[in-house]
Each structure stands twice: as structure tokens, then as C-alpha cells.
């Protein structure tokens, strides 16, 4: 992995977390996202103002982290993100979005494990770590979230840290899951919602136990789920996909790979 200067600095500014280079991809991507959505934002309320939170969400489009940063600035925290290294080495692209203090870490491999220690170091500077904990955009057929990683709940456990669960529907719209072509118009909904944070005390000090992590993971993604149901005003399947065991490869494009 490349070496990169990685800032664990206390969150300052307004909102809390910015800095000039967060300025400047807001100011470049703000217009963007208002030009190709119409905003419908729910639980601004439910965002901390200060203090090292977790905000977890589910994953339909590339365009999701976007519309999340969007919602979450406009709510007063200037979020950080454990990206995968791909992204930090576009060229211009890769050095704003390191600046404005996103961590990079290889998803796979021995480099892998460092994404819990920069994730800990980030909380306890006390910044809002923003975490996808499908690792990937969903394999659901219908866009519902999958079984996921057990990551977040290690990183909440460890940090004793809350959760607070996000729903976003309608960036798959403007940018298909897994597909890179935008639509531009007529403007889609994008609907997010956040609700309450959630205490994972009950699993405190079971960090290392798979099945407490495991139990912990789905309380979050049923608290997700139940969000989402909120917004698409449906029931999610029954059976929830899980990649575990699944023919589809983890992580990456497999429609790509199909092709």
C-alpha cells in the first residue's frame, strides 16, 4: 500500500470537521447533487453536533457517499470515511478528498486491518465516521441491503461509540447500482433518513466474540432496514441476500466480470 499522511487532527470549523479542502469538494459537488436531486431529508435531528459518532447506511450507487456527506454537512458534521486506496490515487480528485482528512486503506489483503485502527483513532479525535457496513454496494436484486460485514460492530463495541442507522433511496436512480452513467433529468428524490442512535452496550466487551458481533451487526441492519422500508413504503424480502453464500465474488463490479 502507498504511504499516506494520514491526519487524526480534533474536528474544528463549521460545520464541525471541515477544513479548506472539505470546502473546496463541497463547493464543486454541492451544485452537482442539487442539480441531478431534489432533496427529501428526514432525522437532522438525530445527527450529534459534536462528539465522535458512527453513521451507518446502506449502499445502492457510487453516488451514495455523496448525497450522505451532502446530508450530513447540511446537518453540521463534516464526516470522515474509510475508503478504499483506489479512489486517493485519481489524480487531483485523490489528493482533495485526502486532505479533507478521508483515510485510505486497502479492502482486502494484509493491509486490511488497519481500517479498524484508523477508524478508532478517528472516533476517539472525535469526528463522525460515515460506514457502508455492506463493504460494497448491495448484490440484492431489488436494492434491499444484504447480510453485512461484521466490522461496524467491532468499531462500535471497541469505541463503546453509538450507531446512528441512515436509509438513503434514489441515488440508483440518477446512477444505476454498479453502473457509472448519469441521469440528469428530470431531477430524482433523493430520500434519506436517519433515525435514532443506537446503544450496542448490551455486546460491550465481546469485541472478539463472533457471535455477539455478529447478532450486534444485524441489529443495525435491521434498524436500517426498517428505515428503508420507511421510505420505499414496502416490506423487504423475507430471505436477505447474504454474500457469504453467494456465488457473486465479495467485493468489486460483478456485472462487470460477467460481461
Known amino acids: 500500500m502507498t504511504e499516506y499522511k494520514v491526519s487524526y487532527a480534533p474536528p474544528t470549523g463549521k460545520p464541525l470537521g471541515t477544513n479548506i479542502a472539505f470546502k473546496i469538494g463541497t463547493t464543486v459537488a454541492i451544485p452537482f447533487l442539487n442539480l441531478v436531486g431534489k432533496k427529501q431529508w428526514r432525522g437532522a435531528e438525530n445527527i ?7 453513521v451507518a447506511s446502506n449502499h445502492v450507487s457510487y453516488l451514495d457517499v455523496l448525497f450522505l456527506t451532502h446530508f450530513l454537512f447540511r ?13 486517493f490515487k485519481v489524480p487531483i480528485i485523490g489528493k482533495i478528498i485526502l486532505a479533507a482528512g478521508q483515510i485510505p486503506v486497502v479492502r482486502e489483503g494484509k493491509d486490511a486491518a488497519k481500517a479498524l485502527e484508523h477508524a478508532v483513532k478517528t472516533l ?9 457496513p455492506e463493504g460494497t454496494l448491495t448484490r440484492d436484486a431489488q436494492g434491499w441491503p444484504m447480510v453485512a460485514k461484521t466490522g461496524l460492530a467491532r468499531l462500535a463495541i471497541t469505541t463503546k461509540t453509538h450507531v446512528v442507522p441512515i436509509a438513503q433511496w434514489g441515488s440508483q436512480i440518477v446512477m444505476p447500482t454498479y453502473e457509472k452513467k448519469i441521469k440528469f433529468f428530470p431531477r430524482t428524490p433523493i430520500k434519506i433518513l436517519a433515525g435514532k442512535p443506537l446503544d450496542l452496550s448490551r455486546w460491550y466487551g465481546k469485541e472478539n466474540d463472533p457471535v455477539a458481533l455478529t447478532e450486534a451487526t444485524a ?16 416490506k423487504r424480502p423475507v430471505e436477505i441476500f447474504d454474500p457469504h453464500t453467494s456465488t457473486l465474488p465479495r467485493t468489486g463490479n460483478f456485472k462487470k466480470k460477467k460481461t
Open 124 to 132: 476517539q479525535a472525535g469526528h463522525l465516521l460515515g460506514v457502508y
Open 48 to 54: 450529534p453536533q459534536s462528539g465522535p459518532i458512527i
Open 219 to 234: 441489529f443495525v441492519m435491521r434498524a436500517i432496514t426498517d428505515l428503508l422500508e420507511e421510505l420505499r413504503g414496502e
Open 75 to 87: 446537518s453540521g458534521r463534516a464526516p470522515r470515511y474509510i475508503g478504499k486506496e483506489g479512489v
